[in-house]
């Protein structure tokens, strides 16, 4: 259905499922999916572009924010709240 631009309403509305809980699992399975085809040249691939774009990527999310100390900060921040699965 998502491959034929089906809104998550009318593929919630299908199915009798809220549309956000039908998002949050094909959402799911889609990073399950990701994960199965790392090699390690992916992932270190991954690591460069990281490494090479970090400074600019959280410059953007500190502007967004109105964050005004160093980004590094906010980096740590994200990465603590991933071990907790960034849930709200």
């Not at 094909?26 to 994960?35: D, E, P, V, Y």
Request: glycine share 10%.
């Amino acid at each position: 259905m998502r491959a034929a631009k089906v809104s998550w309403r009318e593929i919630g509305e299908a199915l009798g499922k809220r549309p956000a809980t039908c998002q949050m699992q094909f959402t799911r399975l889609q990073q399950k999916a990701a994960f199965h085809g790392w090699t390690p040249e992916t992932e270190m691939s991954l690591k460069e572009a990281y490494e090479k774009r970090k400074g600019e990527m959280w410059r953007l999310v500190a502007a967004e924010m109105g964050f005004d100390g160093h980004w590094k900060v906010l980096e740590s921040k994200v990465l603590e709240l991933g071990k907790k699965g960034m849930r709200n």
